[in-house]
C-alpha cells in the first residue's frame, strides 16, 4: 500500500494533462526544441545531447515518429526531456510518437501523447 499523497489530473476540453509536471532544469546545457528554435525535433537534440543536459520543448502539436539511439546520461548527470514550464507539448499520430532504443539515465516529464496507432512511447534495449 503507498502511504504517499495522491496526484491528480487537469480536465481539458478533450484531454487530460500530466499531473504536476515538475519545472525542468539542466545539471548541463539546455537544448530548446520548437518551430522557432534551434532543434525542430527531439531527435535531432538528442544527437549532440551530452550527460546532464536537459532537452526542453516548447508549445506545439509535433507528429510522431522521433526515433532516438544511444542517448546516455550518467548517474549523477541524468538527462531530461521535459516541457518548457506553462507549455503544452503534444505528440499526436504516428505508429509510433517517441522510439528510444539504447538509452540510460534518461528522465521525461510532461509531454502527451495522443492517438498513435502503436505505442505513444516505445523505449528498448536500455
Not at 46 to 71: E, H, M, Q
Not at 73 to 94: D, L
Amino acid at each position: 500500500m503507498n502511504s504517499g499523497t495522491a496526484k491528480t489530473c487537469q480536465a481539458s476540453q478533450s484531454m487530460y494533462h500530466p499531473p504536476c509536471a515538475e519545472a525542468c532544469s539542466a545539471n548541463g546545457s539546455t537544448l530548446e526544441i520548437g518551430l522557432d528554435k534551434k532543434y525542430q525535433r527531439v531527435q535531432q537534440a538528442a544527437l549532440v545531447a551530452k550527460p546532464g543536459d536537459t532537452l526542453l520543448l516548447f508549445d506545439g502539436i509535433y507528429n510522431g515518429g522521433d526515433f532516438i539511439s544511444r542517448l546516455h546520461g550518467s548517474a549523477s548527470a541524468w538527462i531530461t526531456i521535459c516541457a518548457a514550464e506553462g507549455n503544452e507539448v503534444i505528440y499526436r499520430g504516428g505508429a509510433v510518437a517517441l522510439h528510444i532504443s539504447e538509452a540510460s539515465y534518461l528522465k521525461i516529464k510532461g509531454l502527451i501523447f495522443e492517438q498513435q496507432s502503436g505505442n505513444g512511447v516505445n523505449i528498448d534495449d536500455g
